[in-house]
């Protein structure tokens, strides 16, 4: 990297820095504008262009919509990414919200999820801006103050576009990134990961309930709700309760990783149609993570019993991915339930949302600049586990793409959410290229 090149990397560090100083965490059911009004602020400093020629939309509390006009105001694309933050806890190596500078790094709440592809977004529409540069179409850049709590601002903001008769041509939103590869044996440092699609949810609050009973009265009785709770769990936990599939998604991710991975896996990902049964039956114990791409997913996150065993509580929540998955397991889950004398309420869900058109020439089209901007690095299609608020667009875009141009370690992807959040300064140049390079060349 060249002494120019460096200046600019450490320029990038510490215009991101002001944002990342603004502890603009998100609350559920409170809203405190202070933090969020001080973002806004070293926003119109650090982007007077964007702010110049933009026209800013707001929704609910502080979802922003900007919008630079093209040549053809028909057309739509938006580049997104959330500026509320979780809350800091636990031990840092440096203060949670100080955005420091140090071993390389810029560190602080909100430098992976997702303050620093906001920065580079902005960036690379400042710096086209500067240049000169005609935008083809509209460019929107959208971001939620409330993403991490599933809250209001997007929602409301899809239904004015909805209003409005305004489609997008294509959305790209955080999700995958830059990360180690998903499995072992592949020949490249790194994959660019692309979410095509994301799981919903539902939360669901599982109860059961009888008279007290004592422990030294138990035999010939009903089981008590702690057991018939337990008993419950254990078979979701432990059973083929859901069915497992390799939809198109997981399937493209496989094929292609084909070319990148050693011998057998390079065997197994390209001829699915031979392997594919295999596949599904070794993936779980692969990891966590690996099964849970096949289909719902399970978790039991609390539990609660009365002290007089008269009833007993679990919260479960369930992670359906494929369409055919959403009613079809809720009901594998109930009929379980039921068993047990066990009742079941959706408490909240997630609706299913479409996932991304793979034929488009859109999702095409960014694999081609991942190719420029990470040449090492091969694109990947995949299904995020989590939820974005890209989902809430996927009726008016066909083309919803999740990815973050950043290049994470396992340590800064194990970050988010968690101690030590960072992410090396030499990587948000390559989110703003990313960017410049997606809007440059869109036709």
């Excluded at 138990?218 to 083929?240: C, D, L, N, W």
């Excluded at 793409?401 to 140049?429: K, M, T």
């Amino acid at each position: 990297m060249s002494m120019q090149e460096c200046h600019k990397m450490e320029d990038y560090a510490r215009r991101l820095q002001k944002m990342i100083q603004c502890q603009t965490v998100s609350v559920k059911d409170s809203y405190d504008d202070t933090e969020f009004a001080k973002l806004r602020e070293v926003m119109e400093e650090l982007f007077p262009l964007v702010h110049k020629h933009a026209k800013k939309l707001t929704f609910g509390d502080d979802c922003w919509m900007y919008c630079i006009p093209g040549v053809d105001t028909s057309r739509n694309i938006m580049l997104m990414s959330h500026h509320d933050v979780v809350a800091v806890d636990g031990e840092w190596k440096y203060e949670g919200f100080s955005g420091e500078i140090a071993e390389g790094k810029i560190w602080g709440r909100g430098t992976v999820d997702t303050k620093t592809p906001l920065f580079a977004e902005f960036s690379a529409l400042e710096e086209l801006l500067s240049e000169g540069y005609t935008f083809p179409c509209n460019v929107y850049i959208g971001s939620s103050h409330n993403e991490e709590i599933a809250g209001d601002g997007v929602p409301k903001a899809l239904e004015y576009f909805k209003e409005q008769g305004i489609t997008f041509e294509a959305i790209l939103d955080e999700g995958g990134a830059v990360i180690d590869p998903p499995v072992g044996g592949m020949k490249v440092e790194k994959c660019a990961m692309v979410a095509v699609h994301e799981k919903g949810f539902y939360h669901l609050n599982c109860t059961a309930t009888t008279g007290s009973a004592h422990a030294g009265l138990t035999a010939g009785q009903k089981a008590t709700p702690v057991e018939r709770m337990s008993a419950f769990i254990h078979e979701i936990s432990s059973k083929k309760v859901f069915i497992r599939r390799l939809n198109p998604q997981i399937t493209a991710m496989f094929t292609h990783m084909a070319p990148y991975c050693k011998f057998p896996m390079n065997l197994v990902f390209g001829n699915l149609w031979l392997f594919g049964g295999i596949l599904k039956k070794i993936m779980p114990s692969l990891s966590p993570a690996a099964g849970g791409l096949l289909g719902t997913t399970c978790v039991f996150n609390k539990i609660e019993g009365s002290a007089e065993v008269k009833s007993c509580t679990a919260r479960a929540t369930l992670r359906p991915v494929d369409s055919s998955d959403w009613k079809q397991d809720l009901q594998s889950f109930i009929e379980v339930a039921k068993k047990y004398d066990i009742t079941v309420e959706v408490d909240e869900k997630s609706e299913y949302h479409e996932p991304a058109d793979m034929t488009k020439t859109q999702l095409v089209y960014t694999f081609d600049c991942i190719k420029k901007i990470f040449p090492a690095y091969p694109p990947i299609p995949m299904i995020l586990p989590a939820g974005t608020d890209a989902r809430h667009f996927t009726e008016i875009c066909p083309c919803v793409i999740r990815f973050a141009p950043i290049r994470l370690s396992a340590q800064q992807l194990a970050s988010v959410h968690s101690e030590n959040e960072n992410i090396d300064v030499d990587a948000i140049g390559d989110a703003v290229a990313f960017y410049k390079e997606f809007v440059k060349g869109y036709k």
